[in-house]
C-alpha cells in the first residue's frame, strides 16, 4: 500500500542519483541540504527568508524542543510546522544524539537513554517509542529512528554491540510510528568504520523496511577518506527506491563527494554557524570576513551570489558589521552562506540531470581549491 510517502528517482549519472520526494508539506528536489532549525528557528533567519535561499526542507531538534518549549504545547499549538511558520517539510532528528552529547548524566540501556536535561536538571527517559511519539507530536514530515551514535575511535566489539542495540531500537521505533499519509520513517545505518557492520546494519534496516534510511554515526572525527569508504559500503545495500540520508554533513567538499556516491539529503550546522562567526562560504572557499584585508574592500563577497549581502552591501561593510558584534552581520552572513548551499545543490542537480556530474564535481573542486580573490587595491 502506498504511504502517500514517496521518492522518485529521476535520473542517476555514475552512481549520483537526481530525485524527488513527494511529502504531505510538499516536495524536495534532491540531491538536497537541510538547513538546520535546533529550537524551532533556522538561527537568524526569517521563514520567508529561509524560504527565499531555496531551501524546500529544514531539520528539527528533537531534544531541544521536547525541553522547551515541549512536544505536548508544540501539538496544541498546532505542530512545528505551524508554531514556526515553515510550510515546507521537516525532518526531526530522534533526539538521541543530542541527548548523548548535551544532557547530563546520560545513561544507556537496553531501555533507552535516561538523562538529566541541561536546562533544569530534571532526570527524563528517551525510549525508541518516546522519541517517536514527540516526533509526531511535532509533526516531523520524516521521523528519524533512535538509535545509538557510537563515538570515534572505537573497537569492533563495542561498535558491533552499539549497531546492535540501534537495530532493537529501530523496531521497536518502526513499531511505534503512527503511519500517516506522506508522513515517512527512516532508519539510521550504524557501524562506526567497519564495513561488514555497515552491511549488516544497512541489510537488517532494509528488512524492517522504512520510508528512507540515513548513514549515522560518521563525519565524528574519522576524516573524509574514511566517511567515504563507509558510504561505498553502506549504500549499496540500501534500496534504489529509497532516499539515503548523510546525517551532520557537511563541508561543501564532502557534499559533492557524497553526492557522488549516491546520497540524496544532507544536514549540516556549518553554513549557519560559520555565518555567526565572520565565515562566508563562496565559489572560491571560505573566506574569514573578520580579516583585515577586507576593511576597504569595496567589492561583494562574490559578485555571481544572489543574497541580499552580495547584491548591494560591500566586504568592507560585512567587515565592519562582524567586527562590532552588529547582530546584521549574524544575519547577513547566515543568509549568504544558506544561498551558496542552496545553489550548490541546485549546481549538483542541474549537473546530474545533463550526465555532467564528473565534469561540473572537478570545476567546482577546482573553484574551492583556487583561493579567495586578490587583495583588493
Ligand atoms: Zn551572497
Redesign the pocket.
Known amino acids: 500500500m502506498s504511504t502517500g510517502f514517496a521518492y522518485e528517482l529521476l535520473r542517476n549519472d555514475g552512481a549520483a542519483r537526481r530525485g524527488r520526494i513527494d511529502s504531505a508539506h510538499g516536495k524536495v528536489e534532491t540531491p538536497a541540504f537541510m538547513p538546520v532549525g535546533t529550537a524551532g528557528t533556522v538561527k537568524a533567519m526569517t521563514p520567508e527568508a529561509l524560504g527565499e535561499t531555496g531551501a524546500e526542507i529544514i531539520l528539527g531538534n528533537t531534544y531541544h524542543l521536547m525541553l522547551r518549549p515541549g512536544a505536548e504545547r508544540i501539538a496544541r499549538l498546532g505542530g512545528l510546522h505551524r508554531f514556526m511558520a515553515w510550510p515546507g517539510p521537516i525532518l526531526t532528528d530522534s533526539g538521541g544524539y543530542q541527548v548523548m552529547s548535551l544532557a547530563k548524566l546520560a545513561r544507556v540501556s537496553e531501555a533507552g537513554v535516561a538523562f538529566q536535561s541541561h536546562l533544569d536538571g530534571a532526570a527524563l527517559m528517551l525510549t525508541p517509542e518516546r522519541a517517536t511519539e514527540v516526533q509526531a507530536l511535532l509533526d516531523a514530515t520524516i521521523t528519524m529512528a533512535l538509535d545509538e551514535c557510537t563515538a570515534w575511535p572505537c573497537e569492533e566489539s563495542t561498535a558491533a554491540q552499539s549497531m546492535r542495540l540501534s537495530l532493537r531500537w529501530a523496531e521497536r521505533s518502526r513499531a511505534a510510528f503512527p503511519a500517516r499519509r506522506g508522513y515517512g520513517q527512516f532508519g539510521i545505518v550504524q557501524g562506526s568504520v567497519y564495513a561488514g557492520l555497515r552491511e549488516e546494519s544497512a541489510k537488517a534496516l532494509t528488512a524492517i523496511g522504512f520510508e528512507g534510511y540515513a548513514v549515522g554515526g560518521l563525519a565524528v572525527g574519522e576524516g573524509p577518506a574514511l566517511m567515504l569508504e563507509m558510504l561505498e559500503a553502506t549504500l549499496p545495500y540500501l534500496p534504489a527506491e529509497r532516499p539515503r540520508y548523510l546525517m551532520g554533513v557537511g563541508k561543501p567538499e564532502d557534499i559533492i563527494a557524497a553526492v557522488a556516491r549516491g546520497v540524496d539529503l544532507f544536514d549540516c550546522v556549518i553554513p549557519t554557524r560559520s555565518g555567526r562567526t565572520g565565515q562566508a562560504f563562496t565559489r572560491r572557499g571560505v573566506v574569514n570576513i573578520r580579516n583585515a584585508r577586507h576593511a576597504e574592500d569595496p567589492r561583494p563577497?562574490?559578485e555571481a551570489?544572489r543574497?541580499p549581502?552580495?547584491r548591494s552591501l560591500s566586504r568592507a561593510y560585512l567587515h565592519h558589521l562582524v567586527k562590532a558584534g552588529e547582530i546584521l552581520g549574524a544575519m547577513l552572513l547566515t543568509w549568504?552562506n544558506l544561498?551558496?548551499y542552496q545553489e550548490l545543490m541546485a549546481a549538483l542537480r542541474r549537473a546530474i540531470e545533463e550526465e555532467r556530474f564528473a565534469a561540473v564535481a572537478a570545476q567546482l573542486g577546482r573553484e574551492l581549491a583556487g583561493g579567495d580573490l586578490a587583495p583588493f587595491g
Open positions: 563577497l562574490d551570489c543574497c549581502a552580495c549568504h544561498v551558496y
